[in-house]
């Protein structure tokens, strides 16, 4: 019974040294709330030559194991909700989203550079997105404290044509 109780405590004791570095940066970067007060994320589309813009309200939360837990709903569709964790490395925040809906079965990717987060209400990247049909589709993306409006939405989407028969998606500049 003691040498049960003596290996309980040492695999307990292992764990809680394991996780002494997360609990380090999570409560470091307690106050720093700059990416969980993002709520918008709108990517641009290309369907038959025409680029339209998807609209996507997120919650960010902190999380312990992770940096932080999302949650990303369609604002066009409300069902189709994603799941996902975010990491921050240096420059950039990552989010691994799922599809938690049963009609559509997708994962997706986004990328955005935070390197000005602090004094911008914005900040740019791109997703990464396939499904089970083996379809991959990408394109830029806007991660932002505020809704944005069409007039300005639009603006950003004409940085994306090359030209009018033919939208492109690359990396603003």
Same mark, same amino acid.
């Given at each position: ?15 809680? #040294?394991? @996780? ?6 999570? %409560?470091?970067?307690? @106050? ?9 994320? /709108?990517?641009?589309?290309?369907? @038959?030559?025409?680029? *339209? +813009?998807?609209? /996507?309200?997120? #919650? +960010?939360?902190?999380? %312990?194991?992770?940096? /932080?837990?999302?949650?990303? +709903? ?22 691994? %989203? ?10 997706? *990717?986004?990328?955005? @550079? ?41 603006? *950003? ?17």
């Amino acid at each position: 019974m003691e040498l049960l109780l003596h290996a309980l405590l040492g695999s307990l004791f292992t764990v809680f #040294i394991q @996780n002494i570095p997360k609990a380090y940066r999570y %409560f470091k970067d307690f @106050n720093k709330k700059a990416i969980c007060e993002m709520k918008y994320s /709108y990517i641009w589309i290309a369907k @038959n030559k025409t680029i *339209y +813009i998807q609209k /996507y309200n997120f #919650i +960010i939360k902190k999380a %312990f194991i992770s940096d /932080y837990k999302v949650l990303a +709903i369609n604002s066009d569709d409300p069902k189709r909700v994603y799941t996902g964790k975010g990491t921050k490395k240096q420059l950039y925040i990552s989010f691994n %989203f799922k599809s938690e809906s049963l009609e559509v079965e997708d994962c997706s *990717y986004h990328k955005y @550079n935070i390197s000005k987060i602090e004094y911008e209400k914005m900040c740019f990247g791109f997703w990464l997105s396939t499904d089970l049909t083996d379809k991959v589709s990408c394109g830029g993306a806007i991660l932002s404290k505020e809704e944005l409006d069409d007039s300005k939405l639009a603006e *950003y989407t004409n940085r994306y044509k090359k030209d009018k028969d033919s939208p492109v998606m690359y990396i603003m500049t």
